[in-house]
T-cell receptor
């Protein structure tokens, strides 16, 4: 069966520090991969979307970036975190467009 | 891109009553409409979905209806139970989500 792993579960970082969140999927090949941010009490905002290795689409301009170095690995990064980057970050995968998305457990990021 | 609006933002019902959550979308090309349930501090999980070639789909106490002409779809939960309390999200298209509805089922 397919599983998705996301880590760390929680992270506290100072303003201006770098960020690296990792997500891996097991049990499937060539999945669509997604990074979302969820502010407290709000909906899911798509940050990045990938249909294959090295193929990244960004929905919202920001100081974050994403990379897909391997088929089932998706990384969210920042060189310098802002206070506004605080939130709950979720990674997800799907078989293809217009199919159910399966979410990781999320990373709660607090910026001090 | 797609724009998905969801109402209400909060909904409180008595155990055993029905709950209805409504969503509208803007892109007539969208043809996949999932609903996710997110319990506090946990990951969203798919509870039901519907495609544009179907007007209604039911799974036990949960049903979803779709009106493609009006571009709206709804989630119906009957005989609500306290464990139904959670935030529910609709979605349309590839990755456009509504803002969520916090459902509280009072025992």
């Amino acid at each position: 069966s397919q599983t998705i792993h996301q880590w760390p579960a929680t992270l506290v970082q100072p303003v201006g520090s770098p960020l690296s969140l990792e997500c891996t999927v097991e049990g499937t090949s060539n999945p669509n991969l997604y990074w979302y941010r969820q502010a407290a009490g709000r909906g899911l905002q798509l940050l990045f979307y990938s249909v294959g290795i090295g193929q990244i689409s960004s929905e919202v301009p920001q100081n974050l970036s994403a990379s897909r170095p391997q088929d089932r690995q998706f990384i969210l990064s920042s060189k310098k975190l802002l206070l506004s980057d605080s939130g709950f970050y979720l990674c997800a995968w799907s078989v293809q467009d217009d199919q159910p998305q399966h979410f990781g457990d999320g990373t709660r990021l607090s910026i001090l | 891109g797609e724009n998905v609006e969801q109402h209400p933002s909060t909904l409180s019902v008595q155990e055993g009553d029905s709950a209805v959550i409504k969503c509208t979308y803007s892109d007539s090309a969208s043809n996949y409409f999932p609903w996710y349930k997110q319990e506090l501090g946990k990951r969203p999980q798919l509870i039901i979905d519907i495609r544009s070639n179907v007007g209604e789909k039911k799974d036990q106490r949960i049903a979803v209806t779709l009106n493609k002409t009006a571009k709206h779809f709804s989630l119906h939960i009957t005989e609500t139970q306290p464990e139904d309390s959670a935030v529910y999200f609709c979605a349309a298209g590839k990755f456009y989500f509504g803002s969520g509805t916090k459902l509280n089922v009072k025992p």
